[in-house]
């Protein structure tokens, strides 16, 4: 079975300036999608970034990019020019390619504050 | 809006009692996914469908809990002889699976249930 880990129960991080969260996960799959998640406090959890396990090019999204090394199993998210709507609960998590495991596997969560 | 809404968004039973929660995904998606959130923690699989058929279900749901989704539209979960156990944000999300490609998982808003 899959695992994620985030270590990082809390990070802050002062607005406009770039902060990175840290994720590993363990899996004996060769090819799965990564993702970040974010859910703001009492709002829906909505996708930030998706990676592709056999795209060795790190994803990005406008402010946020990944930074995805897969023999280490880590798969890093950092935020540039921090907002203070940045300020939230991030997830990161895994989904299998495999047919039969769809479900996304999530990791703790690390929750963001972004000072003004 | 078109996104995934779930009803009600609040409940709050006593230990014992039967609750039921629906979730109306998005109009063209085929998969729903039904996922447990407790506080300071990530959301855990409980069970997915596509289209009509019940395909996976976790270790987590118990025989107490119980999932549909007739023709292949919303979705209920029920749960049976509530523990306090129970308490939790139930979360659904659903997402279209086109050319043997999943797109991402969209989440509706939760489901807050509390057992006194």
């Known amino acids: 079975a899959q695992t994620v880990t985030q270590s990082q129960p809390e990070m802050s991080v002062q607005e406009a300036e770039t902060v990175t969260l840290s994720c590993t996960y363990d899996t004996s799959e060769s090819d799965y999608y990564l993702f970040w998640y974010k859910q703001p406090p009492s709002r829906q959890m909505i996708l930030v970034i998706r990676q592709e396990a056999y795209k060795q090019q790190n994803a990005t999204e406008n402010r946020f990019s990944v930074n995805f090394q897969k023999a280490a199993k880590s798969f890093s998210l950092k935020i540039s020019d921090s907002q203070l709507g940045d300020a939230a609960m991030y997830f990161c998590a895994y989904r299998s390619l495999d047919t039969g495991r769809r479900a996304l596997t999530f990791g703790s969560g690390t929750r963001l504050q972004v000072q003004p | 809006d078109t996104g995934v809404s779930q009803d009600p968004r609040h409940k709050i039973t006593k230990r014992g009692q039967n609750v039921t929660f629906r979730c109306d995904p998005i109009?063209?998606?085929?998969?729903l996914y039904w996922y447990r959130q407790t506080l300071g923690q990530g959301p855990e699989f409980l069970t997915y469908f596509q289209n009509e058929a019940q395909l996976e279900k976790s270790r987590l749901l118990s025989d107490r809990f119980s999932a549909e989704r007739p023709k292949g539209s919303f979705s209920t979960l029920e749960i049976q002889r509530t523990e306090q156990g129970d308490s939790a944000m139930y979360l659904c999300?659903?997402?279209?699976?086109?050319?043997?490609?999943?797109?991402?998982?969209?989440f509706g808003p939760g489901t807050r249930l509390t057992v006194t």
């Open positions: 999300a659903s997402s279209l699976q086109s050319r043997d490609r999943e797109l991402e998982q969209y």
């Open positions: 109009s063209e998606h085929n998969r």
